[in-house]
């Protein structure tokens, strides 16, 4: 079983910059893809951006330029920093890890960009 537990959202003016990390946990030998997902109010949930356990990533084209997805493998952790929010940024962002055919979510963060 795996644990997945996302943090550092908040709120932000447009034009700022938020870091989001995500924390998987549990009997884990490492986990292949991590992806960041986000979900707007009214919309469906679409994919932010991906890596690899070797490191090749993939952007949403809206977040491509301003955000930078990473990981530590040794920990077990996926980073997003996110700069030059702007408010359609504004969403619930969720963890994802795919480790042994299966997919794990964690709870979500909240993201709100705002003046």
């Known amino acids: 079983q795996v644990h997945v537990v996302e943090s550092g959202g908040g709120l932000v003016q447009p034009g700022g910059s938020l870091r989001l990390s995500c924390a998987a946990s549990g009997t884990i030998f490492n986990i292949n893809d991590m992806k960041w997902y986000r979900q707007a109010p009214g919309k469906e949930r679409e994919l932010v951006a991906g890596i690899t356990f070797g490191g090749g990533t993939n952007y949403a084209d809206s977040v491509k330029g301003r955000f930078t997805i990473s990981r530590d493998n040794a920990k077990n952790t996926v980073y997003l920093q996110m700069n030059n929010l702007k408010p359609e940024d504004t969403a619930v962002y969720y963890c994802?890890?795919?480790?042994?055919?299966?997919?794990?979510w964690g709870q979500g963060t909240q993201v709100t960009v705002s003046s």
């Open positions: 994802n890890a795919y480790y042994r055919w299966n997919n794990y």
